[in-house]
């Protein structure tokens, strides 16, 4: 079945510093891949997605390309700022899954001043 | 445009005791989904609605777990009766079609703590 496995956390940075969170995925057909962002005590936000091979999602800094042959989809930023503090989460949609979200684990991030 | 809507957001109650959730997904939106999220883990889906017909509840506990979009708008989770592993936070989320593929919107969600 689709899968999503992210880069083991949390992630600590300092302010300014650059990001990347991994994220490699299992699917069959073709899947859309998404990032999505959860703030203490909210819910789920989409920050970004990608839809085909080679294609490059990005929203507020952030960036992730759909890398197909490496099946990647990794998530950087070039310098962090502390309201970047949240959980992330990849996800996909599988080419056979009718639109139901496939979740990695998640990763903490904390930024510091 | 106002966004999904979820109640209550926190509930706290007995293991064997019932409980139920509501949902009210973004106007015009036809896919509503129900997620459960255990702390530390992604959400998974416990069931998929079009409109008001079941597309995918293969993963919903059915001896605990029901579900209904009766009107094919607002939709209700109950859990009866509640198990102490069923503390987790419960999401909607709906969808849209936008640049050809679909993205899915959640709301808050109820986080659901069974003593």
């Known amino acids: 079945g689709d899968s999503v496995t992210q880069m083991e956390g949390p992630v600590t940075l300092s302010e300014e510093a650059f990001l990347t969170i991994n994220c490699t995925y299992t699917a069959t057909g073709y899947p859309s891949l998404f990032w999505y962002v959860q703030y203490p005590g909210e819910g789920l936000q989409l920050l970004l997605k990608?839809?085909?091979?080679?294609d490059k999602g990005s929203n507020k800094g952030f960036e992730a390309t759909y890398r197909k042959e490496t099946t990647s989809f990794h998530l950087e930023k070039g310098s962090v700022q502390v309201s970047d503090s949240a959980v992330y989460f990849c996800?996909?949609?599988?080419?056979?899954?009718?639109?139901?979200?496939?979740f990695g684990q998640g990763t903490i991030l904390t930024v510091h001043p | 445009e106002a966004g999904v809507a979820q109640s209550p957001r926190y509930k706290i109650i007995e293991k064997r005791q019932s409980v139920a959730f509501w949902c009210n997904p973004i106007?015009?939106?036809?896919?509503l989904y129900w997620y459960q999220q255990i702390l530390g883990q992604g959400p998974k889906l416990l069931i998929q609605f079009q409109n008001n017909g079941v597309v995918d509840d293969s993963q919903l506990p059915k001896d605990r777990f029901s579900a209904e979009r009766l009107k094919g708008v607002d939709s209700t989770l109950k859990i009866q009766p509640a198990k102490l592993e069923d503390s987790a936070v419960y999401l909607c989320a709906s969808s849209s079609l936008e640049g050809g593929s679909e993205t899915q919107y959640f709301g808050p969600g109820t986080r659901l703590l069974v003593l």
């Open positions: 996800a996909l949609v599988g080419g056979t899954s009718y639109g139901k979200l496939t």
């Open positions: 106007s015009g939106h036809a896919t």
């Open positions: 990608a839809t085909k091979a080679d």
